[in-house]
């Protein structure tokens, strides 16, 4: 499409993989970024390039975060499972259109688990970033890598990592009421 529009003779401006990392933050209402973060990934089945795709949650928060996203419809994957997940979002390095904006059960059926009901989205949790990691990448399907990390220092790296791999000078977003993280 982006290259259809770029030979079209009309001006057009595109961008490459959008990766959208969002924060959350220690102050941050976390019932409202739980519900918000929800409804980016679920919207559409994550066909946006604007979905929340991978979510940095700080330490002090992560076990409350992460209960709150879970009675939200998230289903935390085991690393078999992960395994599994990994191998049909991806097929010889490029997203399968297979799973592209597929319900959880549709894709949990296709990598061949089983998945309880009232599943609305994959947590992956994921440590690195870029190639080896392919889950920090842009995945447009309703599974989110969810990350741990100390403060607001550590995300901004996470996040501009995570961007270089896939989504620079795409989407990110944060949850806080400090002024100082947001200007971070």
Same mark, same amino acid.
């Given at each position: 499409?982006?290259?259809?529009?770029?030979?079209? *003779?009309t001006?057009a401006?595109?961008?490459?993989?959008? $990766?959208?990392?969002?924060?959350?933050? %220690?102050?941050a209402?976390?019932?409202?970024?739980?519900?918000?973060?929800?409804?980016?990934?679920?919207?559409?089945?994550? =066909?946006?390039?604007?979905?929340? $795709? /991978?979510?940095?949650?700080?330490?002090?928060?992560?076990?409350?975060?992460?209960?709150?996203?879970?009675?939200?419809?998230?289903?935390?994957?085991?690393?078999?499972?992960?395994?599994?997940?990994? %191998?049909?979002?991806?097929?010889?390095?490029?997203?399968? /259109?297979?799973?592209?904006?597929?319900? %959880?059960?549709?894709?949990?059926?296709?990598?061949?688990?089983?998945?309880?009901? *009232?599943?609305?989205?994959?947590?992956?949790?994921?440590?690195?970033?870029?190639?080896?990691?392919?889950?920090?990448?842009?995945?447009?399907?309703?599974?989110?890598?969810?990350?741990?990390? =100390?403060?607001?220092?550590? /995300?901004?790296?996470?996040?501009? $990592?995570?961007q /270089?791999?896939?989504?620079?000078?795409?989407?990110?977003?944060?949850?806080?009421?400090?002024? $100082?993280?947001?200007?971070?």
């Amino acid at each position: 499409m982006v290259t259809a529009a770029y030979s079209s *003779g009309t001006p057009a401006h595109g961008v490459g993989a959008g $990766n959208c990392v969002t924060t959350v933050c %220690a102050s941050a209402n976390l019932e409202e970024a739980a519900d918000k973060i929800v409804l980016s990934k679920t919207l559409d089945l994550a =066909a946006s390039c604007s979905s929340d $795709n /991978a979510v940095l949650l700080f330490d002090s928060i992560y076990d409350d975060m992460l209960g709150k996203l879970k009675a939200r419809g998230g289903y935390v994957l085991s690393e078999d499972e992960k395994a599994k997940l990994q %191998a049909v979002l991806w097929v010889d390095g490029h997203i399968n /259109a297979k799973v592209v904006a597929q319900p %959880a059960e549709f894709i949990a059926g296709e990598a061949g688990f089983a998945i309880p009901d *009232g599943t609305r989205f994959f947590i992956v949790p994921e440590v690195g970033y870029g190639k080896a990691y392919p889950f920090s990448g842009e995945k447009m399907s309703v599974t989110m890598a969810l990350y741990r990390v =100390a403060g607001m220092a550590e /995300a901004v790296e996470m996040t501009n $990592n995570i961007q /270089a791999y896939q989504g620079m000078g795409h989407s990110c977003g944060i949850y806080t009421t400090d002024d $100082n993280h947001v200007m971070q």
